[in-house]
């Protein structure tokens, strides 16, 4: 056993929370490093480590030494400087400095062994007839990479200063940018937000801005992701990335999902890719978007088409923020709009019982965001003037109402149906108006429902979205039955929390919200010379507790 491997198994006996930043790690540690050693050296023992717990000897009989030992011990090595690493003299050749050599391969092994990628072996094994659970290796990759990212980051930190003291550096490593800017973002399930953090600052150092811009485009969208993706074309798209006027239609028995390793490495062997591919479009401006748009769509189309939940939902947060720096004129000179619309609208319809309630909570309010974000696209880029109000129309129609009408009995669809509903009064305007036959029941209905109070959020989203009515469609509530059927849900929906006594804060929360939605009906009944409380004394004296909802 090598100095290095007796190293990474003193390590597995220490907090992993405390390596190996403090003196009580280097002390227990440097008894196992020689006096001198050099980066050739250290490369060539981590590359030994790596391997064996990648082999499949070691998946039947598993080591407590893992890949996060395996880098704190990289990392606790390069730590010590020249105080023990031997520095080798540059060749008189020309040949380049073997110091320089290891450094490339030290990072090298240090992003293979962080990356949320399946391992070689494992990767043959997918390939077999009996396909491995996708969710297993998942969660095991994922647990793997998250252990790993924080002394995989430190250690690329301290490679690169070593690089950059000989002038070189480790931005000409493709595969080691792609790695580091797969734990940029947080809300990744392998990145905690301290080592998102220093991700980022490193990617920083590294990918200058012109220089950024070369790498989404030259290595990421062409060199990495595309053939990733190329087994997994959409068929509602040319090559070039424009909207296909002539689909090819699947034959019988085609068009089924073919998920696997073969056709959808991105999906089961490397994780990476959605994180580059959302990476990549927060990271381009307008400008590099409207000159290489046509290496953004397929991928983002695949994306918003998977059955997985976590997949689809993600590619649909990641497409909506690709359509806030889509030219609007590209958008629709290409028939892109049409194209993004039938490819989201049928996330709208994963819906309870088909669809688990949490899933189906996850992907409502992504899909909806894209689509408001593809609706306030139209009014600049058709030509057509009502081209935004018909898009709005379509996603209250087909999104909120026939949603409502299918899982009006889960709380927290409905929840997220109100919220939206708000958005998307607020980009309707007056147009609004010609919904309120079904806006104000739906809104009236979930106040006066006398388990409201036991979903306090959902009656809170209820109130603030018949608030958003009253903004929006004002002119056409006095004197109509619409104001009648909002004072009716108005007192109804108190007298019910009153009688339920509920005292919690968010109980005071919808008390507040159902106070403040009276004042506003107020000052719209005002606009007409109508007194609200005149309209609710009857009412006011025949229920006393009333007195606070309409008190002016």
């Known amino acids: 056993m090598t100095w290095f491997q007796n190293l990474a198994d003193a390590l597995v006996k220490l907090d992993p929370q405390r390596l190996p930043d403090n003196d009580e790690t280097r002390a227990v540690v440097l008894e196992h490093i020689p006096k001198s050693f050099t980066l050739a050296e250290l490369a060539a023992h981590s590359r030994t480590a790596i391997d064996s717990l990648?082999?499949?000897?070691?998946?039947?009989?598993?080591?407590?030494?893992?890949?996060?030992?395996?880098?704190?011990?990289?990392?606790?090595?390069?730590?010590?400087?020249?105080?023990?690493?031997?520095?080798?003299?540059?060749?008189?050749?020309?040949?380049d400095n073997p110091d320089d050599v290891a450094v490339r391969e030290?990072?090298?092994?240090?992003?293979?062994?962080?990356?949320?990628?399946?391992q070689s072996v494992h990767s043959q094994e997918l390939e077999s007839d009996e396909e491995a659970d996708e969710t297993q290796d998942y969660t095991a990759v994922l647990q793997r990479s998250r252990n790993a990212a924080d002394p995989g980051i430190k250690a690329l930190a301290l490679l690169n200063a070593r690089a950059n003291l000989s002038n070189h550096t480790l931005a000409n490593d493709d595969e080691v940018l792609v790695t580091l800017a797969a734990f940029t973002d947080e809300t990744d399930e392998w990145v905690a937000p301290e080592v998102a953090a220093q991700a980022r600052s490193l990617l920083q150092q590294l990918l200058p801005r012109e220089a950024g811009e070369q790498f989404i485009v030259n290595t990421v969208l062409q060199r990495y992701l595309r053939p990733l993706f190329s087994q997994s074309k959409p068929a509602s798209v040319t090559a070039s990335g424009r909207k296909a006027e002539?689909?090819?239609?699947?034959?019988?028995?085609?068009g089924l999902p073919d998920d696997s390793s073969k056709t959808k490495p991105w999906k089961f062997?490397?994780?990476?890719?959605?994180?580059?591919m959302s990476w990549a479009v927060n990271e381009s401006d307008e400008q590099l978007i409207s000159k290489h748009w046509p290496l953004f769509i397929p991928v983002?189309?695949?994306?918003v088409d998977d059955s997985t939940t976590r997949i689809r939902r993600r590619g649909l947060a990641i497409l909506g923020c690709f359509l806030t720096k889509f030219p609007s004129k590209t958008l629709h000179d290409t028939g892109l709009a049409k194209v993004f619309e039938e490819a989201i609208f049928p996330t709208l319809s994963f819906l309870p019982s088909l669809t688990p309630e949490d899933e189906c909570v996850q992907l409502l309010t992504p899909a909806f965001t894209a689509l408001l974000c593809l609706a306030s696209k139209q009014s600049t880029a058709a030509k057509d003037s009502k081209a935004k109000d018909k898009m709005l129309d379509k996603i209250l129609r087909e999104g909120v109402f026939m949603a409502y009408f299918h899982a009006k009995a889960h709380e927290r669809v409905v929840e997220v149906l109100c919220q939206q509903t708000s958005l998307i009064l607020a980009q309707m305007g007056i147009h609004a108006v010609v919904h309120l036959k079904d806006l104000i029941p739906m809104l009236t209905g979930i106040l006066t429902d006398p388990f409201a109070p036991l979903s306090p959020a959902t009656l809170i989203s209820a109130i603030k979205a018949l608030e958003a009515v009253l903004a929006n469609c004002w002119p056409r509530i006095p004197q109509t039955p619409w104001q009648d059927e909002i004072i009716n849900g108005l007192v109804?929906?108190?007298?019910?929390?009153?009688?339920?006594?509920?005292?919690?804060?968010?109980?005071?929360?919808?008390r507040e919200a159902l106070i403040h939605l009276t004042k506003v009906l107020a000052a719209v009944l005002k606009t007409r010379d109508i007194k609200l409380s005149n309209e609710v004394a009857p009412l006011v004296a025949n229920q006393h507790s009333l007195k606070t909802l309409f008190s002016e």
Request: aromatic share 4%.
């Open 54 to 95: 990648s082999s499949e000897k070691n998946k039947t009989n598993p080591k407590p030494t893992t890949h996060q030992h395996v880098l704190s011990a990289i990392t606790t090595c390069l730590r010590l400087g020249d105080e023990r690493i031997q520095t080798v003299p540059s060749p008189t050749d020309g040949d």
């Open 106 to 118: 030290l990072s090298r092994i240090v992003a293979r062994a962080m990356a949320p990628v399946v």
């Open 246 to 254: 002539y689909p090819e239609r699947a034959g019988i028995g085609e």
């Open 269 to 276: 062997t490397d994780f990476r890719a959605i994180a580059i």
């Open 300 to 303: 983002l189309l695949i994306l």
């Open 492 to 510: 109804v929906c108190w007298l019910n929390l009153v009688e339920l006594e509920t005292k919690g804060p968010q109980d005071k929360l919808v």
